[in-house]
């Protein structure tokens, strides 16, 4: 099956690959190994974009660098994943420095280095890459990458969550609930968070269920809590957020009616996401206080 994160990069790269200006690679081409991805023919994604890669297409370096990274139809390389997105972000492509910032502030594939990764992060937000902008904001509430910076955190989770970038609209939501850089405001962390948990964010679905039981910033609603923790724990791909959701469902479930359980159970099946704005590189969200 193939990667959630590389299904959606595909479509975006898709959109930026009809855009590309003339004298770029043949735009028909670098489609159909696109389109090869999104069927999982690997093999054929590989076999069209190493060319074009090879060739200069920064759509196509960046894509072959994804390959690597999570060794689809290439093995395995975060060395050899970050050598390709060199050579985007050389030409501009700020996915390509978004993730090569992510693998600089990990050291994989290169040697760690913070004020890179910061570097990096900042030239493809200051662009207008909803990922590096909440990569940044994030870097500046949790004070590893540089000092700690409310203010700035804000700004950039704020440019982010505008955009739809659900990890920046959860993070930017417990800025808010906790009032830092910004007054408190339980409304703008229910709008938040809803946002957020709308498009698919694990975290934030369970975050939206306990403000949904407790009544903050939106009356109580147990049958909107239990939805919220329902899906939480289903689409949740770590064992913290999974089991707290299923505490907390079974727990508000001892309080509810048949009907209310039922009804809510309903309304998770028939649950969607929002169609979420492709990340590029998916950054953990700010640790616990």
Do not use: C
């Amino acid at each position: 099956m193939m990667n959630l994160r590389l299904k959606l990069l595909v479509a975006i790269l898709t959109a930026l690959a009809a855009l590309a200006p003339a004298g770029a690679a043949d735009v028909s081409e670098v489609g159909r190994g696109l389109n090869a991805i999104t069927t999982g023919d690997y093999a054929t994604a590989v076999t069209v974009l190493m060319p074009l890669a090879e060739n200069g297409d920064p759509v196509a370096q960046f894509t072959v660098g994804q390959l690597f990274e999570q060794g689809s139809g290439l093995p395995k390389s975060a060395r050899e994943a970050a050598r390709w997105f060199k050579l985007a972000a050389a030409s501009g492509q700020t996915d390509a420095m978004t993730n090569l910032g992510l693998l600089y502030e990990q050291g994989r594939g290169v040697p760690q280095d913070y004020k890179e990764a910061i570097r990096l992060y900042t030239a493809a937000a200051e662009a207008g890459n909803q990922v590096a902008q909440s990569n940044l904001g994030t870097s500046y509430v949790e004070g590893k990458l540089v000092p700690p910076d409310y203010a700035l955190a804000v700004k950039w989770l704020g440019k982010a969550a505008a955009q739809g970038e659900p990890q920046a609209q959860y993070n930017l939501a417990r800025m808010y609930a906790g009032g830092l850089g910004v007054e408190r405001d339980p409304k703008e962390v229910f709008r938040l968070l809803r946002e957020a948990a709308g498009r698919g964010l694990p975290q934030a679905q369970l975050a939206l269920g306990i403000v949904y039981a407790a009544g903050r910033g939106t009356p109580a609603d147990a049958v909107e809590a239990h939805k919220w923790f329902n899906l939480a724990a289903g689409n949740a791909d770590d064992d913290t957020t999974r089991e707290s959701a299923q505490v907390q469902r079974d727990t508000l479930a001892k309080s509810m009616t048949l009907e209310q359980v039922s009804a809510a159970q309903a309304r998770a099946r028939e649950w969607k996401p929002q169609e979420p704005a492709p990340p590029a590189a998916p950054k953990a969200g700010i640790a616990p206080q």
